[in-house]
T-cell receptor
């Protein structure tokens, strides 16, 4: 099992450019999440999905869109990148254990917007 | 909404000394708690979790945590730390909303183990 993988690992964008981050998991997990990590702020939830074809907003969804067309993939899109979106992005996935998920995290994508 | 507070942003400690990393959460009827560790330039790895049952939870790498409902705390402890334990530690609480669950994280505590 590869677990949770993220593509790309690093990216530099200019303000206004768009890009898509790909998250893939091979554990047949129902839940998938996108977090961003900024110094001193821990991880903040951007969007999440409880199953194929469903998505929901997290704490900081503005400026991002997501799609989950296949159970194993969860895409995070930035339509018009801004310097405030410079961050490390983590994807996670989980199944339900006694009704509560225990997420597994990917290695992260470091994004810089200039 | 749930919230998690990690009061210590950094905890320096000497090798082989004991350590406690503090975590407090906002009160809720049902609460599920987690500790994750992040080594430099890596993703997060689950250390331990409390879902129900015994309030003392043992995790990997010799860490343990105690759930204290009256004090709304879930502090992480290790009796003797190693240099390799230097990392950032995140406490998290599971929040249920609209029939789904999501993790809410604290701001993290950087454990710095010195020789």
């Amino acid at each position: 099992n590869a677990g949770v993988t993220q593509t790309p690992k690093f990216r530099v964008l200019k303000t206004g450019q768009s890009m898509t981050l790909l998250c893939a998991q091979d554990m047949n997990h129902e839940y998938m999440y996108w977090y961003r990590q900024d110094p001193g702020m821990g991880l903040r939830l951007i969007h999440y999905s409880v199953g194929e074809g469903t998505t929901a907003k997290g704490e900081v969804p503005d400026g991002y869109n997501v799609s989950r067309l296949k159970k194993q993939n969860f895409l995070l899109g930035l339509e018009s990148a801004a310097p405030s979106q410079t961050s490390v992005y983590f994807c996670a996935s989980s199944f339900l254990t006694t009704g509560v998920p225990s997420p597994y995290f990917g290695p992260g994508t470091r994004l810089t917007v200039t | 909404a749930q919230s998690v507070t990690q009061l210590d942003s950094q905890v320096p400690v000497f090798e082989e000394a004991p350590v406690e990393l503090r975590c407090n959460y906002s009160s809720s009827v049902s609460v599920y708690l987690f500790w994750y560790v992040q080594y430099p330039n890596q993703g997060l790895q689950l250390l331990l979790k409390y879902l129900s049952g015994s309030t003392l939870v043992k995790g990997i790498n010799g860490f343990e945590a105690e759930f204290n409902k009256s004090q709304t705390s879930f502090h992480l402890r290790k009796p003797s730390v190693h240099i390799s334990d230097t990392a950032e530690y995140f406490c998290a609480v599971s929040e249920r909303k609209d029939s789904s669950y999501k993790l809410i994280f604290g701001s993290g505590t950087r454990l710095l183990v010195r020789p």
